[in-house]
């Protein structure tokens, strides 16, 4: 259960944008980092004790490794901490831990073309996404909302002939004869068509609502941040089975199954505590469970939990620790 932590350093500092910041995270002595897919995100430790997920912006391109980490973070006027300490005082050169990456927004094998929607800094994931698919020779379309041309981030990227014969770009200060209507986009479904989104909240509000008759197997969401109408993770009182120890744990009706768990002494790793990064992520009855997290398909949901902020329908809920 204990998440491998790496040691990063800051290679390259690029503005994308008057708000976006890219950071390349490179191996200290030049070595290769962990694989991954595109879609995959990493949690960064940055000064001030802060933690957050940021998805990686380029797809690794090879089975034996990345060699380096691209993520790109912008400056929220409304920031926490996370994104202002990276702007701020995050230098090249300065070494930073991070996580390994973890993937809960993968391309799906058995999708015959895909769909890759996104809201300003959401392109990140895509970006990963598209470049993957366009090594693999599948079909897809790329469709990037921005609010001007200023404000598209990674542009030298999105230059790529491979690409760009793919993409789409909607500026909100455009030409309206050339915006991208959602309604009239996601209207009718080809069999076999899968759909990606990410962005702010608003935007994916949208995009589900224009989604709505799609099959939710083939919608796949990450979300920057739980919903604001997000139920959380307290509730009504209920016990958590432990499978492999034999033992139950009491989790009140103000408490996560995570803190009840950490109060008990078990340890389990915990990210963003919201329900979107899958960092909390058990096997499970998840029958039973009341589903409050936004990184588990509903295929998943049948075998899994996030404890961060799931509960129990009923009394008990059964997890494989």
């Not at 996404?129 to 379309?141: E, K, S, V, Y």
């Not at 981030?153 to 690409?163: G, Q, S, T």
């Not at 989790?251 to 389990?268: K, N, P, R, S, Y």
């Amino acid at each position: 259960m204990v998440e491998r932590t790496l040691t990063v350093q800051v290679a390259r500092i690029a503005r994308q944008t008057p708000e976006i910041l890219s950071f390349e995270l490179a191996h200290p002595m030049g070595r290769r980092l962990p694989g991954y897919r595109a879609g995959a995100h990493i949690d960064v430790h940055m000064p001030g004790g802060f933690t957050r997920q940021y998805s990686l912006a380029r797809d690794a391109g090879a089975e034996d490794g990345a060699s380096s980490y691209l993520i790109g973070v912008k400056r929220e006027p409304a920031s926490r901490g996370g994104s202002h300490s990276m702007h701020m005082r995050v230098r090249e050169g300065d070494l930073l831990p991070v996580s390994t990456p973890r993937n809960t927004f993968p391309i799906r094998e058995e999708a015959r073309h895909h769909i890759l929607l996104a809201g300003g800094i959401g392109m990140t994931p895509l970006l990963a996404m598209a470049q993957a698919l366009t090594r693999a020779g599948a079909d897809f379309q790329l469709y990037l909302f921005v609010r001007s041309e200023e404000h598209l981030a990674f542009a030298d990227a999105l230059r790529d002939p491979a690409i760009a014969s793919h993409l789409r770009v909607h500026f909100d200060d455009g030409d309206a004869s050339r915006k991208i209507n959602l309604r009239q986009l996601l209207a009718a479904r080809k069999p076999g068509t899968h759909l990606y989104v990410c962005g702010p909240a608003g935007f994916m509000q949208a995009v589900r609502h224009a989604a709505a008759h799609w099959p939710d197997d083939a919608v796949h969401t990450e979300y920057f941040a739980a919903p604001a109408d997000a139920a959380g993770g307290t509730g009504k009182p209920f016990v958590l089975q432990l499978r492999r120890r034999g033992i139950t744990v009491p989790v009140a009706g103000d408490q996560t199954a995570v803190d009840a768990l950490h109060a008990f002494g078990i340890d389990v790793p915990v990210s963003c505590e919201q329900g979107l990064c899958g960092t909390c992520v058990v096997d499970a009855d998840g029958e039973d469970a009341e589903h409050r997290d936004f990184c588990l398909t509903r295929g998943e949901r049948v075998k899994k939990v996030a404890l961060c902020c799931s509960r129990a329908k009923g009394d008990a809920l059964a997890i494989d620790l």
